[in-house]
Every structure is written in C-alpha cells, then in structure tokens.
C-alpha cells in the first residue's frame, strides 16, 4: 500500500504565498505521476497540477503561473509552491498519485487533504 500526507495548509491573505508539502511512503516503486488536486465546498475536485516521474509537468489554466509543482523522487515527497493566493483557491488541496503502468492514468492513492483558505 502507498500513504500519501500533505501539510502546510493554512489560512493567508489574498496575495500571499504558501507552500504545501506532501510526503509519500510505503511501496512507492508503484508510484507514477503525482498530481495536486483541490476541492472547494460546493466544486468537485479538480486537478490543478502534476508531476511525471520524468518531471514534466502540467497545470490547470486557473493556476497557471501562479503555482509550481516540485517532485523529489528520491525522497517521495512533491511540494506545491503557491503565490498570488487569490480567495478562489480556498479550497481542501490534495496530493494523489497515479500507479505505474496504468493505461488510464487515473488517481488511485489519495491524501488526506489539507484546507487552504486565502482571505480577502
């Protein structure tokens, strides 16, 4: 099994910065993308960036430029480096990854979630 725990959530002032830290453990060989995903209380999760164990990267529109995805596969842990918080992005963010050799490039390991809040 793979465990996935995300830290750094916490409540910032629209224009801020904060950065979230997720850290992987268990049979992490199985692991493949890594992605970040976010859910608000009346939005489905959406994902908002993500990390190939090549280290490409992809972003949604909405966060583009704004947030940067890091991945250290040595270590198994990925980061989401967030500036220009805007109110938008209050959301419960998570870290999922995707299993190596799944032809549909689903999200099957999922975090717990930790709850950013940007204020006006």
């Known amino acids: 099994q793979v465990q996935l725990v995300e830290s750094g959530g916490d409540t910032v002032q629209a224009g801020g910065s904060l950065r979230l830290t997720c850290t992987i453990s268990?049979?992490?060989?199985?692991?493949?993308?890594l992605g970040w995903h976010r859910q608000g209380p009346d939005h489905q999760r959406e994902l908002i960036a993500a990390?190939?164990?090549?280290?490409?990267?992809t972003y949604a529109d909405a966060v583009k430029g704004r947030f940067t995805i890091s991945r250290d596969n040595t270590k198994n842990v990925i980061h989401l480096q967030m500036s220009s918080l805007e109110p938008e992005d209050t959301a419960a963010y998570y870290c999922?990854?995707?299993?190596?050799?799944?032809?549909?490039?689903?999200?099957?390991?999922w975090g717990q979630g930790t709850q950013v809040t940007v204020s006006s």
């Open positions: 999922a990854a995707v299993r190596r050799w799944d032809p549909t490039n689903s999200y099957h390991y």
């Open positions: 990390v190939t164990r090549d280290g490409v990267v």
């Open positions: 268990g049979n992490t060989v199985v692991i493949g993308t």
